[in-house]
């Protein structure tokens, strides 16, 4: 047997054990253990350079920044071939693809064996979440992708701090293996020649949640590939969140000050593409309010001994739907990117080495590359053909945005007021609409819908429900994970518990177009929600919840007409009735597995409407 030559060790006995398995499956060329250094750094963004996988932007626009095209047929999720092999079939429900682990495992081994040969295996140490933290949640991933730690030193703490931490803990961490799947050796040991994107057609992402383990295979892109992420922070973290008491939620989580300097914590689950990151940068448009981010897609809540729910960003930087942002809508995301450090994948380049997307700019640059490589023009774009992909990203360090709040650094959260469920509804659901309590609140998030975007594979504006904003997030049965969240709030006082809005800014009218500007103005429905937690603020009681009445919504200064506010706000009951048909249908799916307590909020709701 060749000896693989290795850079880096650990003294973590388990750790060496498994990455030494996972090299003799594997065959890779070289070891290499990720020290998070701006040196390795340095070396790992010149090798993708000249893989071709990187293009350097120019220095005077994007600083130490990258662009990077996937293969055209790894663009986003592929929730058809993700899967949680949990032990029992009954733990995975309905909305998981499932296999049994040994036999999904006897399928991957044979995929994994060989697949790094030629390639550098790279070992990445990870902690979600603060390594000061009580209970530092660790994480290892093993690649063959530098793409995927380029990216990963930039979503997660990495490197030497986190593995020293681990080794002095001999802690317990969650394994993460990933292989493009693309090895530079054939069965017959003849070269194969590398690509810029290397992946395969072959795809699998697959969670073993009593193991605390990933196996992710064929896939070079962000959520598929950085297992920090979805695969860890909440699907396998939602299993830990069930066992030890607490909540993985796919939530941002924004500080909001009043012109009277009161603080308020609020978190927001919405679907992918559906405004998490928006929100959690909003630019108030209200005088003397002001709003600082601390998280922009994943909240881990656990309660304090004052018996509030406290909640944290476990990330480390921003992983962000790149088309539709721009000075207009997100200032603040696009300061964070032009600090530079950042890596651009299947955005479209400009002719001075800056990169472009639909909705940055008003005007679209009179020549580009688009995210294939070819030229490209306005006129390309006549017949709606696009020059960046609607699920391009940015991966830009979360340190570098400057509305971050100073809380964010607090291993232990903030403590959370309110919790904000939406959706991308054309018709039906109201701009905003108050929970009368947690059981209601939680059948909100049970119900909650959303025309389907471009961040997962698949047809895009097809209505479908996605509790809690984690249909393809929850790492165990979706009606134990309702269960989950009722007897939360059944053990804990409610008085202390966070209120529970339903929010939609996509809205339509007859003419097609947005009811609600969106974007800033959405601090005027966080002004409401605000009021509505210190009491100080009415709303009318409908059929489905308490919902403002237009004088107690603050529009000063809104360019819009008492009808198109009082038409975002509406409670169509004709439309509500059509709904029910389809949350009984989505409820069906369920089985045994849905919580009675939300058959009575479904049952109270049809009695309301009569
Ligand atoms: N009309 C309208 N569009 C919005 C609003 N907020 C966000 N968007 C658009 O929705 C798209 C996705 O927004 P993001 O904030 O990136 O969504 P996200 O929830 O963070 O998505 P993931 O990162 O995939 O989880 C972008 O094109 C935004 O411009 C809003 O208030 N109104
Ligand atoms: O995970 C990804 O690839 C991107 C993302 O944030 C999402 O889809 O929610
Ligand atoms: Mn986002």
Same mark, same amino acid.
């Given at each position: 047997?060749?000896?693989?030559?290795?850079?880096?060790?650990?003294?973590?006995?388990?750790?060496?054990?498994?990455?030494?398995?996972?090299?003799?499956?594997?065959?890779?060329?070289?070891?290499?253990?990720?020290?998070?250094?701006?040196?390795?750094?340095?070396?790992?963004?010149?090798?993708?350079?000249?893989? $071709?996988?990187?293009?350097?932007?120019?220095?005077?626009?994007?600083?130490?920044?990258?662009?990077?095209?996937?293969?055209?047929? !790894?663009?986003?999720?592929?929730?058809?071939?993700?899967?949680?092999?949990?032990?029992?079939?009954?733990?995975?429900?309905?909305?998981?693809?499932?296999?049994?682990?040994?036999?999904?495992?006897?399928?991957?081994?044979?995929?994994?064996?060989?697949?790094?040969?030629?390639?550098?295996?790279? &070992?990445?140490?990870?902690?979600?979440?603060?390594?000061?933290?009580?209970?530092?949640?660790?994480?290892?991933?093993?690649?063959?992708?530098?793409?995927?730690?380029? %990216?990963?030193?930039?979503?997660?703490?990495?490197?030497?701090?986190?593995?020293?931490?681990?080794?002095?803990?001999?802690?317990?961490?969650?394994?993460?293996?990933?292989?493009?799947?693309?090895?530079?050796?054939?069965?017959?040991? +003849?070269?194969?020649?590398? &690509?810029?994107?290397?992946?395969?057609?072959?795809?699998?992402?697959?969670?073993?949640?009593?193991?605390?383990?990933?196996?992710?295979?064929?896939?070079?892109?962000?959520?598929?590939?950085?297992? $920090?992420?979805?695969?860890?922070?909440?699907?396998?973290?939602?299993?830990?969140?069930?066992?030890?008491?607490?909540?993985?939620?796919?939530?941002?989580?924004?500080?909001?000050? %009043?012109?009277?300097?009161?603080?308020?914590?609020?978190?927001?689950?919405?679907?992918?593409?559906?405004?998490?990151?928006?929100?959690?940068?909003?630019?108030?448009?209200?005088?003397?309010?002001?709003?600082?981010?601390?998280?922009?897609?994943?909240?881990?809540? +656990?309660?304090?001994?004052?018996?509030?729910?406290?909640?944290?960003?476990?990330?480390?930087?921003?992983?962000?739907?790149?088309?539709?942002?721009?000075?207009?809508?997100?200032?603040?995301?696009?300061?964070?990117?032009?600090?530079?450090?950042?890596?651009?994948?299947?955005?479209? +380049?400009?002719?001075?080495?800056?990169?472009?997307?639909?909705?940055?700019?008003?005007?679209?640059?009179?020549?580009?590359?688009?995210?294939?490589?070819?030229?490209?023009?306005?006129?390309?774009?006549?017949?709606?053909?696009?020059?960046?992909?609607?699920?391009?990203?940015?991966?830009?360090?979360?340190?570098?945005?400057?509305?971050?709040?100073?809380?964010?650094?607090?291993?232990?959260?903030?403590?959370?007021?309110?919790?904000?469920?939406?959706? +991308?509804?054309?018709?039906? &659901?109201?701009?905003?609409?108050?929970?009368?309590?947690?059981?209601?609140?939680?059948?909100?998030?049970?119900?909650?819908?959303?025309?389907?975007?471009?961040?997962?594979?698949?047809?895009?504006?097809?209505?479908?429900?996605?509790?809690?904003?984690?249909?393809?997030?929850? $790492?165990?049965?979706?009606?134990?994970?309702?269960?989950?969240?009722? %007897?939360?709030?059944?053990?804990?006082?409610?008085?202390?518990?966070?209120?529970?809005?339903?929010?939609?800014?996509?809205?339509?009218?007859? !003419?097609?177009?947005? *009811?609600?500007?969106?974007?800033?103005?959405?601090?005027?429905? *966080?002004?409401?929600?605000?009021?509505? *937690?210190?009491?100080?603020?009415?709303?009318?009681?409908?059929?489905?919840?308490?919902?403002?009445?237009?004088?107690?919504?603050? &529009?000063?200064?809104?360019?819009?007409?008492?009808?198109?506010?009082?038409?975002?706000?509406?409670?169509?009951?004709?439309?509500?009735?059509?709904?029910?048909?389809?949350?009984?249908?989505?409820?069906?799916?369920?089985?045994?597995?849905?919580?009675?307590?939300?058959?009575?909020?479904?049952?109270? *709701?049809?009695?309301?409407?009569?």
């Amino acid at each position: 047997m060749t000896t693989i030559s290795t850079r880096g060790t650990t003294r973590h006995t388990e750790l060496a054990q498994w990455v030494s398995e996972v090299a003799a499956l594997t065959t890779p060329d070289e070891v290499v253990w990720v020290t998070g250094s701006d040196e390795e750094i340095r070396e790992i963004n010149a090798l993708l350079v000249q893989a $071709g996988t990187f293009v350097a932007l120019a220095e005077d626009k994007k600083p130490d920044s990258f662009y990077a095209a996937s293969d055209p047929d !790894d663009v986003a999720r592929v929730e058809d071939r993700t899967y949680i092999c949990s032990a029992d079939e009954k733990d995975a429900g309905h909305t998981n693809n499932w296999m049994d682990p040994v036999q999904m495992k006897a399928t991957l081994e044979p995929l994994f064996a060989g697949s790094m040969a030629g390639r550098t295996m790279y &070992v990445i140490p990870f902690v979600m979440g603060h390594l000061e933290a009580d209970e530092p949640m660790f994480g290892v991933e093993i690649t063959d992708s530098a793409y995927v730690v380029a %990216s990963m030193r930039i979503m997660a703490r990495v490197g030497a701090p986190v593995l020293e931490k681990m080794e002095e803990l001999e802690a317990d961490y969650v394994k993460g293996l990933h292989s493009v799947g693309a090895p530079l050796r054939d069965g017959d040991g +003849r070269v194969v020649a590398d &690509v810029p994107w290397p992946c395969s057609e072959t795809k699998y992402i697959v969670h073993f949640p009593e193991e605390r383990a990933i196996w992710s295979y064929g896939s070079g892109y962000g959520g598929n590939a950085l297992l $920090g992420k979805k695969c860890y922070a909440l699907r396998i973290a939602s299993v830990m969140a069930r066992d030890n008491g607490w909540m993985a939620e796919h939530m941002l989580i924004l500080k909001l000050t %009043s012109p009277e300097g009161a603080v308020h914590y609020i978190a927001a689950a919405f679907p992918s593409a559906c405004g998490k990151t928006n929100l959690a940068m909003l630019e108030t448009t209200l005088p003397g309010w002001k709003a600082e981010t601390v998280g922009d897609d994943i909240a881990w809540m +656990r309660f304090g001994e004052d018996g509030r729910l406290y909640a944290v960003n476990p990330e480390f930087g921003l992983f962000g739907v790149a088309p539709g942002t721009g000075y207009g809508t997100n200032p603040n995301a696009m300061h964070t990117i032009e600090a530079g450090h950042s890596i651009f994948t299947n955005v479209a +380049r400009t002719d001075d080495g800056d990169v472009w997307w639909e909705g940055m700019t008003e005007e679209t640059p009179e020549h580009l590359i688009d995210w294939h490589g070819n030229d490209w023009t306005p006129a390309d774009g006549e017949d709606g053909t696009t020059a960046a992909h609607p699920n391009s990203r940015f991966c830009t360090p979360i340190e570098q945005l400057p509305t971050l709040a100073q809380e964010y650094y607090e291993p232990n959260g903030v403590p959370i007021s309110a919790i904000l469920f939406g959706g +991308r509804r054309k018709t039906t &659901v109201p701009l905003v609409t108050q929970a009368r309590d947690w059981q209601h609140g939680t059948f909100f998030g049970a119900t909650l819908s959303s025309e389907t975007t471009a961040a997962a594979t698949g047809a895009v504006g097809v209505v479908r429900r996605d509790p809690m904003a984690m249909l393809p997030f929850i $790492g165990y049965n979706a009606g134990d994970y309702l269960g989950h969240w009722l %007897s939360t709030g059944k053990q804990h006082d409610e008085s202390k518990m966070p209120k529970i809005f339903l929010v939609n800014w996509f809205r339509r009218g007859e !003419d097609g177009s947005f *009811l609600w500007p969106g974007f800033g103005e959405n601090a005027r429905v *966080l002004k409401w929600v605000i009021d509505r *937690l210190e009491d100080t603020v009415g709303a009318e009681e409908t059929p489905i919840g308490f919902i403002p009445r237009p004088e107690d919504l603050d &529009v000063d200064g809104l360019d819009l007409t008492p009808e198109q506010v009082a038409a975002a706000l509406a409670v169509d009951t004709e439309e509500w009735r059509e709904e029910l048909p389809l949350i009984r249908e989505w409820f069906d799916k369920f089985g045994d597995s849905l919580p009675q307590q939300l058959e009575d909020e479904f049952a109270t *709701l049809q009695e309301r409407l009569g």
